[in-house]
């Protein structure tokens, strides 16, 4: 047998293998024919007659020892092919040259000479055609590329990939787009189109873009290592709720709980206001020191102050008032717990109602994109994502698949470009994969991921099948990742967008649009309480007899004073009905045993009393400053007897 050079390695194998099984029948029969005559007859496999000579020669063909094209050949008594070896061989620029052995019994035996050239030698200023395809980020045309030439036209992450790969092959590329701008599917005659279509046809040596390794483009052509990991991901527009406005400060509440909250206070109000009138430990003396001699018993908790204790203890700054009897304490600590829980549930969430712009996302995950019709999806059509719904066996993906093959019009997109504007301008969520969503999702950030990844899988270098150049850039590739380089070039050409990282959660300051509203709570309380003030002047002038001058002199004699700053103790005009601050009465005019206590009550009256005598020197110490007097705390804070 001639051996041809030009046949393909795996042709020349089975044709040194059929020749090496016809030797060896051959020998077998030349054996057998020397020991006995060999009769032929004509037999038929439906009938139940064999070869009278086919047992003797089984047992002549397992003796048969020679040596053929594929090296020693002999049987063991089973039949099979037994102490043969085979030649380990590495391809170098000289062709190929053995480097080793490995013998069935005997195992791996590698030469001590083993033939260790250069990685780069094979590829030394060897110049590889590329075919890749526009794709931000990994391939795109620079701003002024019409004044350029060659590869200088290009930028991206694959370029810079590529020229760190030739420093180190030591390798020259040049790049050339391909011809109908797809990655690569099969067509119904067995053809395939795009860059695999071209690295099928040996147009190109190599394909570099965001190439996805998969087992049906595996059958028809290499692929590098995997040079980044990746997955299907959903891309998916912002649906922003309501921007904080100027009162985003209620928004912590729900208004069902604004109003529960009112309606709470105003019943702890009326349970204090009845339960202090009730209880006889809330009644005391005002002048406790003037025991016996007044007659008088008030309650703190009026209408009013029963109204602002409440309000005291919910804004936490607390009041005068302090309850006494057993049962307004139980209502007060009641209260108290019942503020403490809600101011501090309103501030564990006001941050975050205040900074946090909330997105309403109408699906979570992919099962909820799935189970509804509302919203449109597709991928790129030829695509890798096209090709793993198309072949997939999962329900989810399945029910997916049928939705995305009969929809009308068709939701499949030619580029990535054309799917981001589908998203962005329809209900449309766009299946790509992970990195292209990220990049995306940085420029532009009315963008968002919807889940997580689909699947895993990588991007690798395509080449045709048999490429010389396989390992040595699986090496090269190792080697980009070791260093760190591959990350390096992706931080480059994936951050710098204008939106900031998702897990960014650093505090940020809040501005008028936040908290705006609570300003206007603060100078709409002021202008209530100035409005309230005047209504309280005019209604103590209305409900006074006839008076000397009228509301508006008043009115303006009242400005007149706070402007120039004047002394707020001053005596008015006289209005009849209206009580006026008495002259002090001399000393010898007073009536004897006559009190008069701070709050205007006249206590005690007749003959002298050696008890109201001596509070009143009392008093009258303390005002010295003789502070080696012991004076009644209560009294003291009544200010004491007036002299």
Known sequence: IKWNTHCPPDLQLSSALLFDAVYAVVTAVQELNRSQEIGVKPLSCGSAQIWQHGTSLMNYLRMVELEGLTGHIEFNSKGQRSNYALKILQFTKNGFRQIGQWHVAEGLSMDSRLYASNISDSLFNTT???????????????GNHQEMEGNDRYEGFCVDMLKELAEILRFNYKIRLVGDGVYGVP???????????????????????????????????????????????????????????????????????????LLAYLAVSCVLFLVARLTPYEWYSPHPCAQGRCNLLVNQYSLGNSLWFPVGGFMQQGSTIAPRALSTRCVSGVWWAFTLIIISSYTANLAAFLTVQRMDVPIESVDDLADQTAIEYGTIHGGSSMTFFQNSRYQTYQRMWNYMYSKQPSVFVKSTEEGIARVLNSNYAFLLEST???????????????????????????????????????????QLQENNRLEILKRKWWEGGKCPKEEDHRAKGLGMENIGGIFVVLICGLIVAIFMAMLEFLWTLRHSEATEVSVCQEMVSELRSIVLCQDSVHPRRRRAGVPQPRPPIPEERRPRGTATLSNGKLCGAGEPDPLAQRLAQEAALVARGCTHIRVCPECRRFQGLRA
């Open 436 to 478: 292209m969503n990220e990049y995306y999702r940085q420029r532009n950030c009315n963008l968002t991921q919807i889940g997580g990844l689909l699947d895993t899988k990588g991007y690798g270098i395509g080449m045709p099948v048999g490429s010389v150049f396989r390992d040595e850039f699986d090496l090269a590739i190792l």
């Open 128 to 142: 590889l055609v590329v075919t890749t395809i526009l794709e931000n980020p990994y391939l795109m045309l620079k």
């Open 187 to 261: 067509e119904a005659n067995g053809t395939w189109t795009g860059m695999v279509g071209e690295l099928i046809a040996r147009k190109a040596d190599l394909a570099v873009a965001g190439l996805t390794i998969t087992a049906e483009r595996e059958k028809v052509i290499d692929f590098s290592k995997p040079f980044m990991t990746l997955g299907i991901s959903i891309l998916y527009r912002v649906h922003m709720g309501r921007k904080p406005g100027y009162f985003s400060f209620l928004d912590p509440f729900s208004p069902g709980v604004w109003l529960f909250m």
